[in-house]
């Protein structure tokens, strides 16, 4: 996520940059940091934002499962946390996930895959383009 995201996230989410650091829990001179681009968005920032967007996108309508969307094989979804934990829409949320059959290294490597990913595009893709 780069400042540019991160400002237009927060205006999405409603929030001044206190209340966006009182939600985070970090200081209003981190969120000063990251929109002027001072400082990189650390991973669990990043997610945190991530994951209160995607609730207030997901309010409405049926959420689409990634292991149906990407037709992982059985055998694969077994053993992925989404499938077991059932939040195939929140699969780029889910540490561990086995997409393309491998387990990533660490959220900025999963992120890297995540932002190609239809069902990450087809949730934050509207907002991001904004």
Request: aromatic residues 10%.
């Given at each position: ?5 991160f ?41 945190q ?27 694969q ?10 939040s ?43």
């Amino acid at each position: 996520m780069n400042s540019k995201e991160f400002k237009i996230f927060r205006s999405r989410l409603d929030r001044t940059q206190k209340e966006m650091a009182q939600l985070l829990g970090i200081s209003i001179k981190a969120i000063h940091s990251y929109e002027q681009g001072w400082r990189k968005i650390p991973g669990h920032v990043e997610r945190q934002v991530y994951f209160l967007l995607s609730r207030t996108l997901q309010r409405t309508g049926k959420k689409k499962k990634c292991w149906d969307l990407l037709q992982c094989p059985k055998e694969q979804m077994n053993r992925c946390p989404a499938y077991e934990f059932q939040s195939g829409d929140m699969c780029w949320f889910v540490n561990g996930t086995r997409c393309g059959g491998k387990i990533h290294d660490s959220w900025e490597k999963k992120m890297e895959a995540c932002r190609r990913c239809d069902i990450f595009l087809n949730l934050f893709d509207d907002i991001q383009g904004s």
